[in-house]
């Protein structure tokens, strides 16, 4: 199997789960793109740094691996490793740093305004308004009856897009 195919064999069952929990195609291109941009980081840099060759700097974010080969990325800072959580952590092996965050030039006033009208994945954002009202118990419609709940999916899914389209159309600018 080359490595390409290894890579794809990989990749190929997170993206099904991804689909299932609805995400789109240009969610699981973009998780793609980012996972073969990985890789070839992943290549460029094969074992990362050993902790006894060399530390990252203070107050900083990497990537690391512990002696049980987990993967995480943890904060180095005066000489201690913590997870993201703040919990001390101290059987890293081999660290690496993360990518630079891509660069974003400058823009004023009405531009940004524009740019993020352009840029918000709409349908993306309605998953996400619909799901955080599913999850609210007062937008929940269910039933008692001889102490058994009924939980009514079809009422409950349609109020929750319903919330989420007129949330968005207010966002966009639009009068409900």
């Not at 512990?66 to 180095?76: A, M, P, S, T």
């Not at 201690?80 to 890293?92: C, L, P, V």
């Not at 269910?142 to 009924?150: C, F, N, V």
């Not at 007129?166 to 600018?173: D, N, V, W």
């Amino acid at each position: 199997m080359t490595r390409d195919e290894r890579i794809n064999s990989a990749l190929l069952p997170i993206l099904e789960k991804m689909r299932e929990h609805g995400a789109t195609d240009e969610m699981c291109k973009m998780y793609d793109n980012g996972f073969h941009v990985g890789a070839m980081w992943a290549d460029a840099h094969p074992h990362g740094i050993s902790v006894e060759d060399e530390l990252p700097k203070d107050d900083v974010y990497v990537a690391t691996i512990d002696k049980f080969g987990l993967q995480e990325v943890r904060y180095y800072f005066r000489g201690k490793w913590y997870s993201s959580f703040g919990n001390e952590y101290g059987s890293i092996t081999h660290w690496m740093p993360l990518p630079q965050p891509p660069k974003r030039k400058a823009m004023k006033g009405n531009d940004k305004i524009k740019v993020v009208k352009e840029t918000i994945d709409w349908e993306m954002r309605r998953f996400e308004i619909a799901k955080a009202v599913l999850s609210n118990p007062a937008f929940i419609r269910t039933d008692e009856y001889e102490g058994i709940s009924a939980f009514h999916v079809d009422y409950s899914v349609k109020t929750a897009i319903k919330v989420a389209d007129t949330l968005i159309k207010k966002l966009k600018g639009g009068e409900e």
